[in-house]
T-cell receptor
Framework: NAGVTQTPKFQVLKTGQSMTLQCAQD?????MYWYRQDPGMGLRLIYY???????DKGEVPNGYNVSRLNKREFSLRLESAAPSQTSVYFC?????????????FGDGTRLSIL | QKEVEQNSGPLSVPEGAIASLNCTYS??????FFWYRQYSGKSPELIMS????GDKEDGRFTAQLNKASQYVSLLIRDSQPSDSATYLC???????????FGTGTKLQVIP
């Protein structure tokens, strides 16, 4: 049972390049989330989706876009990567449509912007 | 004032001792509280969830919630070297529409 699967696991980009981080869950969860984790900053919510067809901004949405493609998949796009977006990105999911249930995390994507 | 505060540590305890990890939060209306464990280079994994005042026990782990004082704590009994990790506190507020993570406390269990 895979849980939450993120691809790729590692990526190096040049400033200005674009890319999409993929996330899929096989637990039939309603809510999905994208976080970034930086040293000393903890996990910060970028975007979340409470259900298929809905997305909402989190704490740090600038420079990112998301797509909830279907119930299983939630992608994060960097349109023009900047060095400040160098981070570890985690996708997570939870069963309900609110945030009051535990989240299950993917293994993360380590992204470096040069 | 940070919304969710944790001492970054490291908190060092000898093997077999009780480790006590604390988290304070600013939003008095917060409803749900979670403790996650994160090993270095890995993703967070849920340890405990707690929703009402009091203690909740699961094996060697006990979560304690005091809404009046706005803190939540995690006790780890009989600490093992495998418990060495960073422990993240997460608080849900805003009518279940906002989740805030603390920066985590690094725990080191010394054999």
């Amino acid at each position: 049972n895979a849980g939450v699967t993120q691809t790729p696991k590692f990526q190096v980009l040049k400033t200005g390049q674009s890319m999409t981080l993929q996330c899929a869950q096989d637990m039939n969860h309603n809510s999905m989330y994208w976080y970034r984790q930086d040293p000393g900053m903890g996990l910060r919510l970028i975007y979340y989706s409470a259900s298929e067809g809905t997305t909402d901004k989190g704490e740090v949405p600038n420079g990112y876009n998301v797509s909830r493609l279907n119930k299983r998949e939630f992608s994060l796009r960097l349109e023009s990567a900047a060095p400040s977006q160098t981070s570890v990105y985690f996708c997570a999911s939870s069963p309900g449509t609110g945030m009051n249930q535990p989240q299950h995390f993917g293994d993360g994507t380590r992204l470096s912007i040069l | 004032q940070k919304e969710v505060e944790q001492n970054s540590g490291p908190l060092s305890v000898p093997e077999g001792a009780i480790a006590s990890l604390n988290c304070t939060y600013s939003d008095r209306g917060s409803q749900s509280f979670f403790w996650y464990r994160q090993y270095s280079g890995k993703s967070p994994e849920l340890i405990m969830s707690i929703y009402s005042n009091g203690d909740k026990e699961d094996g060697r782990f006990t979560a304690q919630l005091n809404k009046a004082s706005q803190y939540v704590s995690l006790l780890i009994r009989d600490s093992q070297p495998s418990d060495s990790a960073t422990y993240l506190c997460a608080v849900v507020s805003g009518g279940y529409q906002k989740v805030t993570f603390g920066t985590g406390t690094k725990l080191q269990v010394i054999p």
